[in-house]
């Protein structure tokens, strides 16, 4: 039987370590990774973010017109919603509610 502490050829020894040990500290573990990796994250995720705000219309330069821009939109766009509905549904009752009209009014009466 072989003993614990015992090595077989070709392995590594037991107390060497694997690798050279990561030496973490304290801005790496404040940051969550190397400061270089996660600035790089930070520059990529901004640029995310920022083509998708300027999408939707807001100015760096500007902010807080931007925001109020974006609402007044939004609000424009509910009512313009509503507005394209209730025109849809006019032009429509002109042509289904005669039809459902004549049709209740000249079909067999139906018996349950």
Do not use: C, H, K
């Amino acid at each position: 039987m072989q003993n614990e502490t015992s090595q077989i050829p070709g392995d590594t020894p037991r107390d060497y370590p694997r690798g050279l040990p990561r030496r973490e500290d304290g801005l790496s573990r404040f940051l969550g990774g190397s400061p270089l990796s996660v600035a790089f994250r930070l520059i990529l995720l901004s640029i995310l973010v920022g083509v998708v705000l300027a999408a939707i219309g807001f100015d760096p330069w500007n902010i807080v017109a931007s925001i109020r821009r974006l609402f007044n939109w939004i609000y424009e766009l509910g009512f313009d919603a509503i507005n394209g509905l209730w025109r849809y549904f006019l032009l429509g009752a002109v042509i289904v509610i005669p039809i459902w009209l004549i049709s209740r009014l000249f079909g067999a009466p139906r018996g349950r």
